[in-house]
């Protein structure tokens, strides 16, 4: 009989999760509590795991305080507009008041923001997005993490399955339990406090791809909903749940189309070259404009840009094109651009195209909308981190045969000492393409751990203040501030599980 090995870990802290939310809880616990014992545990490793384990072209979120590009006022006013008011504005405006000095930590540690000479602020993308050489992001960020509690304290390949509550007080968590996934390790842990940040559940509805590319989707296949599960589980009232994230999406590799549409302006049309959302404007007005007046909102909503392509398809004039022959030239920074941002994050797209012997700058691509899909947690992300990460380059992808075909390839080689990544796309045509892009500023292994840093008052502790704030901010207290006036036309909706 094989016999069960159980490990206890005590702590004061407890992290569930590894991503980008755990590595960030991580150093701010450091930060605050310089003695407390504080671990993490996370079913993958964390230097690449989570939704941002392959990268990001952008980070989607910063509002420019210090260049007094945006308010927090604003970007509440934009998430209640997209979300057409199904939004909880009060958790939305404590999360914004934070995004820039983040940013800014992240800048300081080696991510790549593309900087505007001419403002001395970043390059924006569209008005709340900028942009970034993002292909180590996570690495960077899981760097900090290692450096806030140390590698004995981080236990990967550990998935935890239940929370753990105190058998004299239900409402309270205690700890969690779980098991490595190598070895079968079960893992007690027990904690004084516990921060759940396992990622939400990407992958519920059928997919629209079958056979050898099914469930294809730009989220990673292990983004299973464990926070809902854990939570729920544990009693805890479920919030914003309503709010479902359907976007356009380029066909096959399901790239993002953010920097096409808002870097480079590129067009989406129907399959004449016609503007989709014109011809429905009067009607979606009458159905849903709401009290909002959510048609006529300088940004549309993207439920309603998504609805009107489908509404084109069912008129006949589909399918959806992204015109990316109009702004994509060949030999030109536009090109780089064009495929950076898949390289950054959704290899798969570049796959298709060397498989396709499809060059954006010759002719547009096909567009669809769709949710995220069920997807087996073994199958490949094409996140490209084993072929990163392998130093013979013996690894090599290829794309799904049942709609790419063989003969294209992308190769990758990712230099640490000179802070580059180095790609070749070797089209089915013989066509070969190189790019080379920077990963990091600043040496690897160089971030000072947060209780290096002077330690706070413990008055501090009271305020909405994160780590090294009020420097990175510049001073502006805007964003670490509660409003002086309530903010109008809070909608509150729980669900409880």
């Known amino acids: 009989m094989v016999r069960t090995r159980v490990r206890y870990v005590d702590a004061d802290i407890l992290i569930i999760g590894g991503g980008m939310a755990g590595c960030g809880a991580a150093w701010e616990a ?24 392959m990268g990001l072209s952008a980070i989607n979120t910063y509002l420019g305080l210090k260049c007094k590009e945006n308010t927090v006022e604003d970007y509440v006013k934009y998430v209640r507009g997209d979300l057409m008011g199904i939004v909880r504005e009060d958790l939305v405006y ?20 593309w900087p505007e000479p001419k403002t001395g602020c ?28 140390g590698d004995e304290n981080i236990f990967n390949r550990v998935m935890v399955t239940h929370l753990l509550k105190s058998p004299s007080n239900p409402n309270r968590v205690v700890g969690a339990i ?24 990407s992958h519920v509805y059928r997919p629209r791809s079958q056979g050898e ?68 404007v009067d009607e979606l007005r009458k159905l849903y404009s709401g009290k909002g007046n959510y048609v006529d909102l300088p940004i549309t909503p993207t439920t309603l840009r998504v609805y009107a392509q489908r509404l084109e398809w069912m008129a006949g004039r589909g399918p959806s094109l992204m015109r990316t022959d109009e702004t994509v030239k060949k030999g030109t920074e536009s090109e780089a651009i064009a495929y ?9 797209q570049v796959v298709i195209w060397a498989g396709q012997n499809h060059e954006p700058s010759e002719r547009p691509y096909e567009i669809i909308t769709r949710k995220a899909v069920n997807i087996e947690p073994e199958s490949c992300w094409e ?36 802070n580059r990544v180095y790609w070749t ?17 600043t040496p690897w292994g160089s971030i000072k751990p947060p209780h290096e840093a002077p330690e706070p008052p413990k008055d501090m502790l009271r305020t909405p203040y994160l780590s090294f704030e009020h420097e990175k901010l510049g001073g502006n207290k805007l964003g670490v501030e509660l409003p002086k006036t309530k903010v109008p036309e809070v909608v509150k909706v729980e669900v409880r599980g």
């Not at 900028?130 to 292909?135: N, P």
């Not at 989220?219 to 479920?238: D, K, N, Q, T």
């Open 213 to 280: 590319g099914l469930g294809r989707s730009w989220y990673p296949p292990w983004s299973s909903a464990s926070s809902y599960g854990l939570m729920i589980e544990a009693g805890a009232v479920m919030t914003m749940m309503e709010a479902r994230f359907v976007v356009p999406r380029f066909k096959d590799g399901y790239g993002p189309v953010g920097a096409y549409q808002l870097l480079l302006k590129t067009r989406i049309t129907n399959a004449y070259g016609q503007d989709f959302w014109k011809p429905h």
């Open 383 to 418: 996140c490209y981190n084993c072929v990163k990460h392998c130093p013979q380059g013996a690894v090599q992808i290829r794309g799904y045969m049942d709609f790419t075909p063989l003969g294209g390839a992308v190769e990758v080689y990712r230099d640490e000492k000179t």
């Open 30 to 53: 450091r930060y605050w509590c310089r003695n407390c014992r504080i671990v993490l545990a996370e079913k993958a490793n964390i230097n690449r795991s989570g939704a941002v384990a």
């Open 425 to 441: 796309i070797r089209y089915r045509n013989g066509t070969v393409k190189y790019f080379i892009f920077p990963i990091r500023t």
């Open 94 to 113: 404590d999360y914004a008041r934070h995004v820039d000095s983040t940013v800014h930590l992240f800048d300081e540690w080696g991510l790549p923001i």
């Open 122 to 149: 970043y390059v924006r993308e569209g008005k709340w997005q900028i942009m970034i050489h993002g292909e180590s992001y996570k690495a960077i960020v899981a760097e900090a993490a290692r450096k806030a509690l």
């Open 340 to 348: 950076e941002d898949f390289l950054d994050m959704t290899i798969s």
């Open 178 to 201: 779980g098991f490595n996934v190598n070895d079968g390790t079960i893992y007690v842990f027990r904690a004084k406090a516990t921060i759940v940040t396992a990622g939400g559940g």
